[in-house]
């Protein structure tokens, strides 16, 4: 049972009454997951701190600092499906928050929400882990910078303490020449989750891959990625049969699970298929 609903406007606030909550507290950002887990039993905590009136600049807005593209941890994905900057900087990013759901759910949960949430079968994970985004965490002690790559470690499981709260997310600006495209294959309803989400950060020079990043989501508990498959397709023509390779082998390597959006038999052919169409749509981009 609640017994304690907090509504801070800023997150020393908040991260004060976390502490003091222990392990009786969460935080509520959207609500969109939460509500559901504690509905189910999966969770109860007694404490709740909602983020959803804190004013910190941190927490919210979009921006470039530097060569860094600063995404706050309280927008919406809505917000972030729409933002110029993002849409222009990292548009697989919008687009794999474009894909969410349906917009009563993106209106109201955020990019940190659904980070903290390591739902497998997420879309905006995947991206993070293409363009090696990272998370500003903050705890009532001090603060760290965790790679999205190292952020999500298993079914429903992070690497966040008790405490802990993702107030940014920091996406590097891409080199010139470099295209991201994120595609989702769906297998139920419009609005579901992915049964396959592809994510590409592709950079080609001269018509060789000069940089290549290809990560799966919706398949394991964590988003793939295989750095020596990339790594062989570098330098390589960026032509459709490069990416046949790469395609093949993960298709080869990833152990996709059985669930009621698919099969492992029918993910394994997803992932090929789903990876060729994925590059070959970044290549065909316009880049910035
Ligand atoms: C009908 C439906 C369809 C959906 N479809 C999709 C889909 O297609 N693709 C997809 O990716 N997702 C989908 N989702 C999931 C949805 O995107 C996530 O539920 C949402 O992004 C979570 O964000 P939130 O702000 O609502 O988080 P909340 O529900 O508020 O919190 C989720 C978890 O994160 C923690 N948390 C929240 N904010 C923070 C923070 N700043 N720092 C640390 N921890 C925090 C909470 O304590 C909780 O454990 C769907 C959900 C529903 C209900």
Redesign the pocket.
Known sequence: MIREFHRPRDLGTALDALADAGDEG???????????MIEQGLVAPSVLIS?DRVQDPMFSGVELAGRTLRIG??ET?SAVASHPLVRDVVPGLAEACR????VR?RN???L???L??S?YA???PSVLVAHRATCRVLASGGERMVPVERLITGFYENA?DEG???AEIHVPVPETGTRSTYVKYISRSS????CVGVAVCLQTMGGTVADIRVVVGAVTGTPQIFPEVLAEATGKAATPSTWKDVAARYADLIQPLDDARGSAWYRTRLIDIMIRRALSQAAEQDTR
């Open positions: 969460k935080v509520i950002s959207g609500g969109t997951a939460l509500v559901l983020l941890g309280g994905l894909r969410v759901g349906n759910i109201r949960a955020t940190a929400g659904n903290a949430e739902d997420s879309d905006p966040l802990e709260i993702i609005e579901d989750r992915p």
